[in-house]
């Protein structure tokens, strides 16, 4: 399969992202290269193109259980006598005190 737009990766390199995205991190492929059928599938591009916003992707579904999960987490640290995520490091500041 032939890329027929400008695609780049995200900084993970764990998707693809069209030209012009936020997260766009890494020039992969230009109109007219070669792009192999297990990239194209991992990435869910079609006739050398991602798909458009009104198309179906894998990706939502993956982020739900990603948020599923985190949801759970922060549900388990607001419980009270539980610390809250991120508690336990971290930089701590005291204050100066005047010398009289």
Excluded: H, N
């Excluded at 059928?37 to 894998?58: I, T, Y």
């Excluded at 999960?69 to 930089?91: F, H, N, T, V, Y």
Aim: charged share 40%; aromatic share 4%.
């Amino acid at each position: 399969m032939r890329a027929t737009e400008r695609l780049y990766l995200t900084a993970a390199r764990d998707a693809c992202v069209p030209e012009g995205s936020k997260d766009a991190a890494f020039l992969w492929a230009a109109p007219g290269d070669e792009v192999p059928d297990e990239a194209a599938a991992r990435f869910g591009l079609v006739d050398g193109a991602l798909p458009k916003a009104g198309a179906k992707s894998r990706k939502p579904a993956e982020d739900k259980e990603r948020r599923a999960e985190g949801e759970d987490k922060a549900r388990q640290a607001k419980e009270p006598g539980q610390p809250r995520a991120g508690d336990g490091g971290g930089l701590k500041i005291k204050t100066a005190r005047k010398k009289e």
